[in-house]
């Protein structure tokens, strides 16, 4: 855990004494964990021992505790959210999804065997701001997606980096400074340039990019026939597969209901081969393509999982969120940790 984390998790400690009379004790991270995790969390009734793996990680997106929740496996210890803030929206979806959280101002969700607490409505600490992250605007959203598909673009040139992101040259470098002062990655170093926490930089993008870069992408909603626009030929129409048509064909387990497009303009062409029409409430979504690397030869007509990943985390639903978890494990984190 870094310094800040640390202070998270110990104030988050204290305000759960302060709220909910339980005192909360950590221990370190057992060897061998599915997934990385910050601590152990023990908590201790009159009847009773609880125990919990903690994850620190600042929440400021309504889809963080969906995102958490499809990346951890099944476990006898549940996972625990430990924030600085979670405000009473972001509190009612910890409780929707079963997900344990604790915050530095005493908000609180726990459950167990014979266990259960839910505190919410206190207010953000004084001390508690909100910084600006320049990997969190849209641009920077962009470079770190083109980071996170093509690990080895860290080892390129600011030039190139902005080619593939699809940005103005000048931006990547503040970016990348940013990325480099939080941890995500080594840059200054030339010989040793690498991703250094790329799970936790696609965590982060995934979060953001709903509500910041994708409505940026010109997103346009037409109706079709569900068979007619299966069979069109979308690399024909440089466009690509998102969201559950693109599920589908990672996992062979979702049968979509809406369609997500990801094409580039012009798109007349793209509506006139699947027969689309104009509709505010269709079941089909264009947006604009916004990268500018080859998409993975297995699947050329797909776009990058992590966007898959993303869209299906954003729209709430179960079935989307076990695709999600599926497509992370077998077709993301693998690429972080290859095999030698």
Known sequence: MTTNEHRILDAAGQALKRTAGLEAKVHPVPTGQARAIDAIIELATNKRKYRFRAEVKTVDRFETP????????????????????????????????????????????????????????????????????????????????????????????????????????????????????????????????????????????????????????????????????????????????????????????LKPAQFTIYAREPIAKLIAAGRMRADPNGNVEVLDAFWNFEPEKELPDVVPPILVYADLLATHDGRDVEAARMIYERRIAPTFHPTK
């Open 66 to 253: 969906a995102l958490i929740k499809a990346q951890d496996p099944a476990h006898r210890e549940p996972i625990l959210l430990v924030a600085p803030y979670i405000t009473r929206e972001v509190a009612e979806r910890c409780r929707q999804l079963h997900l344990p959280f604790i915050d530095t101002a005493g908000n609180a969700y726990l459950e167990g065997p014979g266990l259960l607490v839910y505190v919410i409505g206190n207010n953000k600490p004084a001390e508690l701001r909100r910084d600006h992250f320049r990997a969190l605007n849209p641009a920077g959203l962009q470079i770190a997606f083109a980071l996170a598909c093509q690990p080895t673009l860290v080892q390129t040139t600011y030039r190139e980096i902005a080619a593939r992101a699809g940005v103005a040259l000048g931006t990547v470098g503040p970016v990348m400074k940013d990325l480099e002062a939080r941890g995500y990655l080594r840059f200054q170093r030339e010989p040793d340039r690498k991703l250094l926490d790329p799970e936790r930089m696609v965590e982060e993008w995934v979060t953001h990019y709903p509500v910041t870069l994708r409505p940026k992408l010109n997103p346009r909603r037409f109706r079709a026939d569900t068979e007619r626009l299966q069979q069109t030929d979308l690399l024909h129409q440089n466009a690509y597969w998102g969201g559950e048509a693109a599920a589908e064909k990672l996992t062979r387990y």
